[in-house]
């Protein structure tokens, strides 16, 4: 390994109390913004077809966040790396983005009132989730503080080796340990593995819960891409090897938040943790990047149901991009509690609440909401089908349940935010960028926030009982990254 001590933090300067001063300001610029485009969008929708609808609230959506985003960019790229900024490009990804393309079967689905209701539900989820950053009490500017122990490359490494031992664990002990069956597998349809888990959580859930720290393997690999020269070649090589099986198994698998989930978690903590970021260069990257995940993501919609192994790119005929249809589905929810149907109230959250609960643990534990978002869709009884938090929080109480929820959640962000807020600590950074997973995953559906919060959790749990104890018998140079 090359050096031995602590990873250090070498970016000119330190978040003093201008810079926090800067960022309330510009954040409070870019809330004003997004508060007027969403008003201005909404005054502009047509009255012709449900798909017009929809494309002219993803043109104005679309350019309010880009011009919201630049106004947060303007003290420096790595204001972007926050979770509200995810947040809000991961709602606009799972409603408007999609009708960008055509999809011309939209209009014989809903009628343009229930499109119309639908678009200005969800822009009022925006603003308040936009809102919601402003409800946290400000604290008192502080001064730099490295709180916590910062990690050593060899912590770091084998942090990154417990993850992926651990992680990969339930896998291994379906297949054998057999790693080419393994990788066999994960080219076959989605739900045919050998480690999937059952409807109903038996004490296989408890081990197939473990495999929530996959998560961890994207940002723990992008804070060692970000300090490169601090590890030796072995260690970068196992990271890589390990690295991109992972993003193997999220393509393979079909499922495009986790491929998504990967990509920005990987994205954030080298943003993050890299020493010097030029601005031009991280825009051109990011173009990049996002290009390459919009294309994957196009094709993870045509093979989940066959498998990669059994897809053939050559013979497939992409047309148009398609996400998860939910601005369809937040329309016929609208329209099926305005006929009669009674919101659900506190039966969503506290579905949410239970669901990490193994049904071996609890056998009397409720099987799913009253009303099924499936039944109301239309969906067979093999289908998922999700809505957005907005969808849900719809379902709960309305307009003012859209309301409630998207504040609760800007103001949870914001909260997060405050984790590596004003600290050079790289751990404290893996840790917040881990955050990322609940909060982009809430966006798509609040049902499953709780279990994607174990990854966050583990880490907490790894500082405590590891970098705590080391912090207390190392001197203060090593323990603090900051430099004065």
Not at 70 to 80: M, P, T
Not at 227 to 237: A, D, I, M, W
Not at 284 to 300: D, E, R
Not at 446 to 454: A, D, G, K, R
């Amino acid at each position: 390994m090359s050096g031995s001590g602590a990873l250090t933090k070498e970016t000119p300067g330190t978040r003093c109390d201008v810079c926090v001063v800067k960022h309330r300001r510009n954040t409070a610029a870019a809330t004003i913004t997004m508060l007027a485009g969403f008003v201005l969008t909404s005054l502009l929708l047509p009255t012709d077809l449900p798909a017009n609808v929809f494309a002219i609230a993803g043109i104005g959506v679309g350019l309010t966040l880009a011009l919201a985003t630049g106004i947060e960019a303007k003290r420096d790229v790595r204001s972007l790396v926050r979770l509200d900024v995810v947040m809000l490009w991961v709602l606009y990804g799972l409603t408007f983005s999609e009708f960008l393309f055509p999809q011309p079967d939209v209009d014989a689905l809903i009628s343009v009132t229930a499109a119309t209701s639908a678009t200005n539900t969800v822009l009022l989820g925006f603003a308040a989730l936009a809102l919601g950053r402003h409800l946290v009490p400000r604290l008192g500017i502080s001064r730099q503080v490295s709180g916590v122990a910062d990690l050593r490359p060899a912590y770091v490494f084998w942090l990154f080796v417990l993850v992926t031992f651990v992680g990969y664990l339930h896998i291994l002990f379906a297949v054998n340990f057999d790693i080419f069956e393994a990788l066999r597998e994960m080219s076959l349809p989605r739900f045919s593995q050998s480690w999937g888990r059952g409807q109903y959580g038996d004490l296989y859930a408890l081990f197939y819960e473990t495999g929530m720290l996959i998560y961890l393997i994207p940002p723990i690999a992008g804070l060692t891409y970000a300090r490169s020269t601090e590890f030796g070649v072995g260690q970068k090589l196992f990271v890589t090897i390990v690295f991109l099986v992972t993003l193997y198994y999220g393509f393979a698998s079909g499922t495009r938040n986790i491929a998504g989930t990967y990509v920005i978690t990987f994205a954030a903590t080298y943003l993050l943790c890299k020493p010097r970021v030029k601005l031009w260069r991280t825009l051109f990257q990011g173009a990049l990047v996002t290009i390459a995940l919009v294309l994957a993501m196009i094709y993870m919609l045509e093979f989940r149901t066959v498998g990669l192994g059994n897809f053939s790119f050559a013979e497939s005929q992409v047309d148009t991009l398609r996400v998860d249809r939910n601005m369809i589905v937040i329309s016929q929810i609208i329209e099926a509690f305005a006929s009669g149907y009674d919101f659900l109230g506190l039966e969503i959250p506290i579905n949410a609440l239970i669901r990490p609960v193994p049904r071996v643990l609890w056998p009397g534990k409720p099987e799913g909401l009253s009303v099924s978002i499936e039944s109301i869709a239309g969906a067979g009884p093999a289908t998922t089908v999700a809505c957005t938090f907005i969808g849900e929080a719809y379902m709960a109480g309305g307009l003012l349940g859209v309301i409630l929820f998207g504040m609760l959640f800007g103001a949870a962000a914001e909260m997060w935010n405050r984790v590596a807020r004003n600290t050079d600590s790289l751990f404290t950074q893996l840790l917040y960028v881990s955050g990322y997973l609940s909060g982009a995953i809430a966006m798509r559906s609040m049902l499953s926030v709780v279990p994607l919060m174990i990854p966050s959790f583990a880490l907490w749990v790894y500082w405590r009982f590891r970098l705590g104890r080391s912090s207390q018998s190392q001197p203060a140079a090593v323990v603090s990254s900051k430099k004065t």
